[in-house]
DNA sequence: ACGGCTGTTGACAACGCTGTCATCCAGCAT
DNA sequence: ATGCTGGATGACAGCGTTGTCAACAGCCGT
């Protein structure tokens, strides 16, 4: 039953030979209009479709490329996958998805598998390993790097201002009064997290407020555990009254807390949006992740890089878009000590 | 650059032939041990990777699935993809996605690109579109439809009990008095808002009440179009005391109009988690989608059949996993008129 | 009538891989 | 020494496609 109808086929029920199949179905001029249209019927009747592995192992091309994220769970990724699929199958690709759950090894194992497909292109949200099998792994695949960087150089990079953004509001939360902010942030040592504790800390050392080390939490990926981490702050003498979480799942978990325990007068700010957090009470401050730019970026980029590597055209030089973030103010971000 | 390692190059390093290249990377016994270390060494050195194009091409078959839904920007179908990722990724499978934004033709186009990459299995939310081109393009391919029923019979499914979740939910609101229930609902024909319909109405007769269609909405896809045509309802004469949404989107929207309103003393009920719906004053009663076991189940039907197919051994016949829901009472469906 | 063109078609190889079958050699019994 | 067995290895075809090159017919001009 599984037998799918290939060119001898086709060639056979129309009496042509597989190359004349062939040229009709490429749509080469060089066929009488005559015999093209006993090709496509049998094309028709026959189902015909080509098959995909025989063009690829023939050209040592595809129109396929992977991508591979966190985790597709995490809404921020889900976005981003979202969005990239959408711009490439309008290119005529389609998207081999991989998650490596932060792991590393996972990562490896994960981007070989879509190097063994011989993917046309590659979106890696990295995680914080060694990222030199790569070059091994790729032999001049395109490469996108999306949301952070990483030990890779020379390939281009689509990331957010995660710094600047931190800062920005950190420096906005000092500015309404608040002198003890914590800092909910993530157990990895994604570089993401590394930016935007560093946003934390200028922002405190140019408004020359000190930094109070208890305060930073490194122990919240999951909303359970940012709400844990947040609790525990708030049993502290002088408790922060204000908190910057490093993604949504802290916030949510730090909002969470407050509210738990009816201490919704203190500041919070959020990095990424948080699904109805305009509708908490207070409404939530947010710092948006766009993630639906950061995809357009990348799946710009990759485009354009599929596109010069179709046409053999010398690569231009690789780019780094970093994608602008704004602080969106809708009252928990304002709220003073 | 792009020049990946063969067989050949792998035998020519190791100073043998092709076959016996073959042999050591399948795990064959019958190679000398010395052999086999020269040939591993050679592709270590020449980072040989085996091209999966040519495999698939020779054997038929391929280590990859498709799965298409509606999109991935839809936190239920991120879960979905994620959870069956990492299932089929665990079996050695990879995961090709395709979005077909509720378009039937879409949906065609992307399965029929899939089928052309000659995937071993496919996992798909259909729309509510014919489905008789299925048969002609999948050749015996197994296939999950996810979620929803559509035209096709004889294959296997997974989807929750729609219609009996969402009578329970209204059969609660009008046990807590309600008379009026607005229904939020989605302007497509899909079978599961017609389930979900169908249980609003079930609900409302089996309790003797009646059903005034002024009270249905169905132009809410999205989140603001719910939030419209919520505000509207709120302006009759005699406006709905509760709000049963068909689908989180519509529930946020509902939500955020009858906070902007300061109606929040109405009672609503979600068909799917909503994010930090638990932190919102009320907070949200919702019927959990439970995207995990649907995904899970999903995942273990296709493997089983992936099994039968790989061991030749003949299908069992196809089977209808029908995942059970429940309502989480958290205070906004349990508010009195 | 002949060479040369053009327009249409087909034979064949090759892409990278593995199954089938053949080959070769050592070791052993006769 | 001879034949036989079995273990190790290799030659080759073919999976479905398309690029290369060749073939062939019909038509033109001379």
Redesign the pocket.
């Known amino acids: 039953m599984t037998g799918r109808a290939?060119?001898?086929d086709v060639a056979e029920r129309a009496g042509?030979?597989?190359?004349?199949v062939?040229?009709v179905?490429?749509g080469s001029e060089?066929?009488?209009a005559a015999?093209r249209d006993r090709v496509l019927s049998a094309v028709r009747e026959l189902k015909?479709v080509?098959?995909s592995h025989?063009?690829s192992?023939?050209?040592?091309k595809t129109r396929t490329v992977g991508v591979v994220v966190d985790s597709l769970s995490d809404p921020f990724f889900a976005a981003i996958v979202a969005f990239v699929e959408q711009k490439l199958a309008a290119a005529g690709y389609t998207v081999l998805v991989a998650a490596t759950n932060r792991n590393g090894e996972r990562e490896r194992e994960q981007v070989v598998a879509l190097a063994g497909h011989h993917i046309a292109g590659l979106v890696l949200a990295p995680t914080n390993s060694d990222h030199s099998y790569l070059a091994d792994v790729l032999h001049g695949i395109p490469l996108v790097i999306v949301d952070r960087t990483c030990d890779v150089t020379g390939t281009d990079v689509v990331k957010v201002d995660d710094f600047g953004a931190t800062r920005q509001a950190v420096l906005d939360l000092i500015a309404s009064g608040h002198r003890r902010i914590a800092f909910i942030g993530d157990s990895s040592a994604l570089p993401t997290n590394h930016d935007r504790h560093e946003g934390y800390l200028s922002a405190h050392r140019d408004a020359g407020v000190e930094v109070d080390p208890a305060l930073e939490r490194w122990d919240s990926n999951e909303t359970d555990e940012a709400a844990e981490a947040t609790a525990s702050l708030l049993t502290l003498d002088d408790a922060p009254t204000a908190f910057f979480a490093c993604h949504p799942r802290g916030a949510a978990g730090t909002v969470q807390a407050l509210h738990r325990h009816r201490q919704t007068h203190r500041a919070v700010i959020s990095f990424g949006e948080v699904l109805l957090g305009d509708l908490l009470q207070p409404a939530l401050t947010v710092i948006d992740h766009l993630p639906e730019r950061i995809a357009e970026a990348t799946a710009d980029v990759l485009l354009r890089r599929l596109i010069e590597a179709e046409d053999g055209r010398e690569p231009s030089p690789p780019a780094e878009t970093l994608v602008p973030l704004t602080l969106i103010r809708r009252g928990s971000g304002e709220l003073t000590p």
Chains 1, 2 share one sequence.
């Open positions: 290939t060119v001898y042509v030979s597989i190359k004349t062939s040229r179905v490429n060089e066929v009488k015999t015909y080509p098959n025989a063009l192992l023939r050209s040592g």
